[in-house]
């Protein structure tokens, strides 16, 4: 599986963003998707996450309420809606993909580019 992460820019505190994971390959609509972050300095960590079938989400838990995370396996897509944005959000986002729906980077054995999120104050 091929990720390409896309959405990524510049936003201002509160505005919003939806982040693109297009997803290449047969096996991605019987994987879990999930979206981390890492921002300069820090770990990566852990965003979202949404089962195969779309039916199970996780957020963490400065996202619950601002982020929805869904997926299109029609389209081989998964998306990040991210609402109410604070500088804080700022990092690089990534998506992944893996067999198993959890908080845990390595749950996921694909993962794309990134693309850089930026909230300013």
């Known amino acids: 599986v091929q990720l390409q992460a896309s959405g990524g820019g510049l936003v201002q505190a509160g505005g919003s963003l939806r982040l693109s994971c297009a997803a290449s390959g047969p096996t991605f609509s019987s994987s879990a998707a999930a979206w981390f972050r890492q921002a300069p300095g820090k770990e990566r960590d852990f965003v979202a996450a949404i089962h195969s079938s779309g039916g199970v989400t996780y957020y963490t838990d400065s996202g619950q309420g601002r982020f929805t995370i869904s997926r299109d396996n029609a389209k081989n897509m998964a998306y990040l809606q991210m609402n109410s944005l604070k500088p804080e959000d700022t990092a690089v986002y990534y998506c992944?993909?893996?067999?198993?729906?959890?908080?845990?980077?390595?749950?996921?054995?694909?993962w794309g580019q990134g693309t850089q999120v930026t909230v300013s104050s």
């Open positions: 992944a993909v893996g067999p198993v729906t959890a908080r845990i980077a390595q749950s996921y054995n694909y």
